[in-house]
Each structure stands twice: as structure tokens, then as C-alpha cells.
């Protein structure tokens, strides 16, 4: 297989290797060169960790289609984390495959790389410019991408300026866009977190448990939000909480002991006594 033309991906409008790609004309903000023909976003496969001898994890293998909403569900220390380390170049598994689309091999690439391939990454605690608008946030998702502080002078075109629009809109703080980021609520700013993600326009969304702190409210407004994105995105979602899991879970997939458990419907891995045994019987 031929070797991945990072340019390509920084620059997709221009021809790679051109040399002076960072000073053309400059577009949109679209991950290019995922080849999704297959209907796969992401393959891992037989993927061991060990920290000290010990296997966080465990030749995991797990495929998730274009589009899907996948929940991801296992108890503490089971390997989610370190599953998401591992898809974002942050760990090196000692074995294993894993693959964005057909083509992009994402033990390959470091982790700014992963970001700019298409992959967006939600940790835990939310972590946007406290001192900053909401709007201003958003604007800086955009400045602080590689592929656009490329260019000489950053101004917002017309459709970067839609963008922030329309994911206003999307994580529900149009109200909210001159507001300082450090004066909404946790949701919220969970929620901007999420928006400076979606700035960016990742073909793949991984969230760790997003709605840890949240208020019931929050927590359905967070549900419909994640609804909306799939099909567009691709969303890997780990959560503990399963009334959460059940709005939002189309196929759910259980990890332990650092491989997957079991696969199927909420309601299928929920009846499975493995899976009632190791976690929600508990
Ligand atoms: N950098 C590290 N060094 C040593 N051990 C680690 C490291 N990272 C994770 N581990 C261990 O690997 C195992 C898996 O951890 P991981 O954080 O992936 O679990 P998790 O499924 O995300 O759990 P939780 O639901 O509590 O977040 C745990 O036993 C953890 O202590
Ligand atoms: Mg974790």
C-alpha cells in the first residue's frame, strides 16, 4: 500500500508536495482522503496494550460502520480509554491494526495527524477558553487547526462564518454566542467543547463519557444532539449511563478485561448472563 501523503490531507485543494500549499487559496475546513467505500469508518484489529505486563488490552477487534452511533459500555478499567489513546496515536499498542476508512493507517500517524485525518476527540472534563465568548471558542477551534494557521493572514470566509452558524444551532447556544465561555453551566460548556470539535468537521467523533456532571436536562439535550450527529459523523460514545445509552444506542458493545464482551442491541447485551455477570448485574 502506498505511504499516506500527509500534504494531501493538510492541504486537499492543492496539489501535494507543491511546496507553497499553505499560502493558496484556502477553503474549507474538510478532511479529505478517507476512503469510506467499504462502509467501514474504523477497524481495529487484535489490538494488545500492556502497561507493566499488564494487558489493558487484550486483542480487541472492533468495526464500526460510516455514520453509526456506537455505544461503548464496560466497567472500570475495562480499556475504553486506552482503546481511544490508541485510535489517537497517544498509545502504541504492542499488536494490532487499526484503520481509519480503507486506506489511512492510524498507527502511522502522530497525533496531530489523527486529528487532521478526521478524528475529533471529547475528553471527560471540558476545557474551552474560560476568558473568551462562546463564539470566539468556536473561531479559535477553526485558528488553532493546522490546516487553516497555514495560511498568512486567518480571516473567517463566508462559509467558516455558516459553520459557526450552524453549529450554534446544533449544540443549542445560539442564544448563548457572546456569552464568556467560563460563565455557562458544565452541559453547556460540554457543549461548546463538542461544537469546537465539530468546527473542525471530523468524519469521526470520539466521546468519553460526555455526560458525566450533566443535569437530567442536560443529559437529553445531549442525547437528541449525538442523534442528530450520526450519519454525518461517525460516533463512538462511551458512558456508564445507561439510561443515556438506551436514547441513544443502536448497537451497543461491551468491553472487559480489555476485549469485547459482547455485541448486539442494548437489549441483547443487557439479556447476555456474561455481561450481566462482569457489569450490569453489579
Ligand atoms: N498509562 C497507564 N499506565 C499504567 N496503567 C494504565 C495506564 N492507562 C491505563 N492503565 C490501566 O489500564 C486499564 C484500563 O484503563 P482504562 O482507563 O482504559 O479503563 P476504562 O475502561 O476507560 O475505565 P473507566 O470506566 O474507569 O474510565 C486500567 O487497569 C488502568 O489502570
Ligand atoms: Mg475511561
Same mark, same amino acid.
Given at each position: 500500500?502506498?505511504?499516506?501523503?500527509?500534504?494531501?490531507?493538510?492541504?486537499?485543494?492543492?496539489?501535494?508536495?507543491?511546496?507553497?500549499?499553505?499560502? /493558496?487559496?484556502?477553503?474549507?475546513? @474538510?478532511?479529505? %482522503?478517507?476512503?469510506?467505500?467499504?462502509?467501514? #469508518?474504523?477497524?481495529? =484489529?487484535? &489490538?494488545?496494550?500492556?502497561?507493566?505486563?499488564?494487558?489493558?488490552?487484550?486483542?480487541?477487534?472492533?468495526?464500526?460502520?460510516?455514520?453509526?452511533?456506537?455505544?461503548?459500555?464496560?466497567?472500570?478499567?475495562?480499556?475504553?480509554?486506552?482503546?481511544?489513546?490508541?485510535?489517537?496515536?497517544?498509545?502504541?499498542?504492542?499488536?494490532?491494526?487499526?484503520?481509519?476508512?480503507?486506506?489511512?493507517?492510524?498507527?502511522?500517524?502522530?497525533?496531530?495527524?489523527?486529528?487532521?485525518?478526521?478524528?475529533?476527540?471529547?475528553?471527560?472534563?471540558?476545557?474551552?477558553?474560560?476568558?473568551?465568548?462562546?463564539?470566539?471558542?468556536?473561531?479559535? /477551534?477553526?485558528?488553532?487547526?493546522? @490546516?487553516?494557521? %497555514?495560511?498568512?493572514?486567518?480571516?473567517?470566509? #463566508?462559509?467558516?462564518? =455558516?459553520? &459557526?452558524?450552524?453549529?450554534?444551532?446544533?449544540?443549542?447556544?445560539?442564544?448563548?454566542?457572546?456569552?464568556?465561555?467560563?460563565?455557562?453551566?458544565?452541559?453547556?460548556?460540554?457543549?461548546?467543547?463538542?461544537?469546537?470539535?465539530?468546527?473542525?468537521?471530523?468524519?469521526?467523533?470520539?466521546?468519553?463519557?460526555?455526560?458525566?456532571?450533566?443535569?437530567?436536562?442536560?443529559?437529553?439535550?445531549?442525547?437528541?444532539?449525538?442523534?442528530?450527529?450520526?450519519?454525518?459523523?461517525?460516533?463512538?460514545?462511551?458512558?456508564?449511563?445507561?439510561?443515556?445509552?438506551?436514547?441513544?444506542?443502536?448497537?451497543?458493545?461491551?468491553?472487559?478485561?480489555?476485549?469485547?464482551?459482547?455485541?448486539?442491541?442494548?437489549?441483547?447485551?443487557?439479556?447476555?448472563?456474561?455481561?450481566?455477570?462482569?457489569?450490569?448485574?453489579?
Amino acid at each position: 500500500m502506498a505511504e499516506l501523503d500527509w500534504r494531501a490531507i493538510v492541504y486537499p485543494d492543492t496539489e501535494a508536495g507543491s511546496g507553497d500549499a499553505g499560502a /493558496a487559496g484556502y477553503g474549507h475546513v @474538510r478532511p479529505a %482522503g478517507l476512503d469510506t467505500s467499504h462502509g467501514v #469508518a474504523l477497524y481495529l =484489529d487484535d &489490538i494488545s496494550v500492556s502497561f507493566d505486563g499488564f494487558k489493558a488490552l487484550n486483542k480487541l477487534s472492533l468495526t464500526i460502520g460510516v455514520g453509526e452511533l456506537r455505544c461503548i459500555i464496560g466497567p472500570n478499567g475495562a480499556g475504553k480509554t486506552t482503546m481511544m489513546d490508541v485510535i489517537t496515536g497517544k498509545t502504541r499498542p504492542d499488536e494490532g491494526q487499526a484503520w481509519f476508512g480503507q486506506t489511512i493507517d492510524l498507527l502511522k500517524l502522530r497525533e496531530a495527524e489523527v486529528v487532521a485525518a478526521g478524528i475529533g476527540r471529547k475528553f471527560q472534563k471540558p476545557t474551552v477558553f474560560e476568558d473568551l465568548s462562546v463564539q470566539d471558542n468556536l473561531e479559535l /477551534a477553526l485558528k488553532a487547526d493546522k @490546516r487553516v494557521r %497555514g495560511t498568512l493572514r486567518f480571516r473567517l470566509n #463566508a462559509e467558516q462564518r =455558516d459553520r &459557526i452558524e450552524e453549529v450554534l444551532g446544533l449544540i443549542g447556544l445560539h442564544d448563548q454566542a457572546a456569552r464568556r465561555a467560563g460563565d455557562l453551566s458544565h452541559g453547556q460548556k460540554q457543549w461548546l467543547e463538542i461544537g469546537m470539535l465539530l468546527m473542525l468537521e471530523p468524519k469521526l467523533l470520539l466521546l468519553d463519557e460526555p455526560v458525566a456532571g450533566m443535569t437530567d436536562f442536560e443529559t437529553d439535550r445531549t442525547a437528541e444532539l449525538f442523534v442528530s450527529l450520526a450519519g454525518r459523523h461517525t460516533l463512538m460514545v462511551v458512558e456508564h449511563d445507561m439510561e443515556f445509552v438506551r436514547k441513544i444506542a443502536h448497537k451497543v458493545t461491551v468491553l472487559h478485561e480489555g476485549s469485547v464482551l459482547a455485541e448486539g442491541s442494548l437489549e441483547q447485551v443487557q439479556a447476555d448472563p456474561r455481561v450481566v455477570e462482569v457489569y450490569l448485574g453489579r
